[in-house]
């Protein structure tokens, strides 16, 4: 048999990576969680302003154009999770192939040649493309929060005998700049 310690280390390498796809998975997964309470908390917010109550609330055709706004963004966002969540279970499976046959082969005496190699390859990648789409999914939610800031903002103007006008001013000023940097 191979030096079992070098072949112990080989086989632990690609945890490094399982880690961090899991990691990855588990914070995925929350997120997934996220998106799909929003859509839930959307949907009874959207029955409450199309009743007869809720559509004397301020600015209810507003907050219902945003609604309906935000849903295709809310089903891009969960089609690119799962797609990234997708990657992440297919790096780790990568992964565990590697080490698998990396001390299947030692234990038979047989050469591994290219294989593990190519599969780590592989399942790397394969957990690089699933944090770029997690990154791709950031921005996308970002961009919704700003949205609802500022809708917020002009919900706050319609109250404007509780507001400072020039404070909703410098409010709104602020959300459209940091929406320029992000």
């Known amino acids: 048999m191979a030096d079992a310690p070098a072949v112990l280390t080989a086989m632990i390498t690609p945890a490094v990576l399982i880690s961090g796809a899991g990691t990855l998975l588990m914070s995925t997964s929350s997120r997934l969680g996220r ?3 929003r859509v839930r908390h959307l949907t009874a917010r959207f029955k409450v302003l199309v009743t007869e109550e809720g559509r004397q609330e301020a600015l209810a055709r507003e907050e219902k154009r945003l609604i309906v706004k935000q849903l ?3 089903a891009r966002r969960s089609r690119i ?4 969540m997708t990657a992440l279970y297919l790096a780790v499976a990568l992964l565990v192939l590697t080490s698998i046959l990396i001390g299947g082969s030692a234990l038979l005496h047989q050469e591994a040649g290219p294989v593990p190699v190519v599969l780590a390859i592989a399942g790397a ?13 950031t921005r996308l ?5 700003r949205e609802e800031m500022k809708f917020l903002v002009t919900l706050g103007g319609h109250y404007a005998g509780l507001y400072d006008e020039r404070l909703l001013r410098e409010v709104s000023e602020q959300i459209g700049q940091e929406g320029r940097g992000a």
């Open 72 to 74: 295709p963004r809310l």
């Open 141 to 145: 939610s970002a961009r919704t929060t």
């Open 81 to 84: 999770i799962v797609q990234a």
């Open 35 to 37: 998106v799909t309470d």
């Open 125 to 137: 990648a394969a957990l690089a493309y699933g944090a770029l789409l997690l990154s791709f999914e």
